[in-house]
């Protein structure tokens, strides 16, 4: 017991949860007051665990409703955007791809106490 903590999540030993500190997600980005751009810290809120982590790549720009890239490796995301990224957490982390297990596939992004964007884990690295 003295091992486990907040944010820690027991599984079978025969069916072990990924644990990485590199994830490809969609997110959609709220209201944001200054536009994300590639290494953007951020605070990530997945279940009762919160984690520094940092946006390493913008991979891809996608239409909200549809998910069709709209553009390539773009330099910065706005308010009410949506996006293929990927993030890297500074300790490794326990993550399911969302299509795989919905509840341990879905996290929040924080900044200064704020909620700015929320997404989905579509691959781990």
């Known amino acids: 017991m003295s091992t486990v903590s907040v944010g820690c999540i027991i599984c079978d030993p025969q069916n072990p949860i990924p644990v990485t500190t590199r994830f490809q997600a969609r997110i959609l980005v709220f209201n944001v007051t200054v536009p994300i ?5 951020v605070l990530l809120h997945h ?6 982590a940092v946006l390493s790549k913008l991979q891809a720009q996608l239409h909200k409703s549809t998910g069709e890239t709209i553009k390539k490796k773009p330099r910065v995301l706005g308010n009410n955007s949506c996006a293929l990224v990927e993030l890297e ?3 490794p982390i326990c993550i399911e791809r969302y299509a795989d297990f919905k509840e341990l596939g879905r996290f929040m992004l924080r900044v200064g106490g704020v909620t700015i964007a929320a997404g989905m884990v579509t691959k781990i690295r």
């Open 37 to 41: 751009t590639i290494g953007y810290p």
């Open 47 to 52: 279940q009762s665990l919160i984690e520094p």
């Open 89 to 91: 957490t500074t300790r």
